[in-house]
């Protein structure tokens, strides 16, 4: 396996487009330790700034559809408590972090592992929907990671953030998890599984997308006009 930069940032970019394929071998060699990788993995996205391109919406939705196969090790509930966890204890470090550094994290210079432009759009995000965006946010990669960190950087207490977080976290973890056990009963998506986990990640990634190049041409038209 390639330690490098290049060679992490493809094999994550393989394991996210071939995530069924990478789930079923991990359950294959790690038996009982996947809840912990999967813990893990959910933890990192959603707790540190550094990680917000890991998956998401697509692993869990893989998960739930891995748990309904016949055979099958993974406890489709025991995977919701997982999930949650990792994504409501991820919430709170992320909180924690953003109040410790403050607003002074503004104006940290663009590196591999930290993009200002992801702070500014999740940002901008808490300015148009307010304290719902910590819901609203766990739906949209990128800002689902900054959510928090924004929170705790000054945009919300920490007793109306920790109502949200619960609400979002349970819905989010429900909902893809849930739907991936309900339909991966179905043989036709079981014989569709990667067109269907290609098609949550595309849609997963439009909003940020979109809000990317909203931000990105916003700039600089601001910038023609001076």
Excluded at 42 to 71: H, I, K, N, R, Y
Excluded at 88 to 97: A, T
Excluded at 131 to 149: L, N
Aim: proline content about 4%; overall charge positive.
């Amino acid at each position: 396996m390639d330690y490098s930069l290049n060679g992490l940032v493809s094999f994550i970019i393989d394991f996210i487009m071939h995530i069924d394929t990478h789930l079923l071998f991990l359950v294959s060699q790690y038996g009982v330790w996947i809840y912990g990788i999967l813990f893990l993995i959910v933890f990192c996205e959603t707790g540190l700034v550094v990680t917000p391109f890991l998956p998401g919406d697509s692993l869990l939705f893989a998960a739930g559809t891995l748990a309904s196969l016949q055979g099958s090790t993974l406890d489709p509930h025991l995977l919701v408590i997982i999930f949650f966890s990792a994504a409501f204890i991820g919430d709170n470090l992320n909180y924690f972090i953003g109040r410790r550094i403050g607003p002074k994290v503004f104006g940290f210079r663009k590196s591999k592992f930290f993009n200002p432009d992801h702070l500014a759009q999740t940002h901008a995000f808490y300015e148009k929907h307010g304290g719902k965006t910590v819901i609203i946010a766990r739906f949209i990669p990128i800002i689902r990671t900054f959510s928090p960190f924004v929170a705790g950087i000054g945009a919300m207490t920490y007793s109306r953030f920790i109502l949200f977080s619960i609400g979002g976290a349970l819905i989010w973890v429900c909902l893809f998890c849930y739907s991936g056990y309900y339909f991966g009963q179905f043989p036709v998506v079981q014989q569709n599984r990667k067109l269907i986990f290609l098609a949550i990640i595309a849609v997963s990634l439009m909003p940020p997308v979109i809000g990317y190049l909203k931000l990105r041409f916003g700039r600089n038209g601001s910038g023609a006009n001076v």
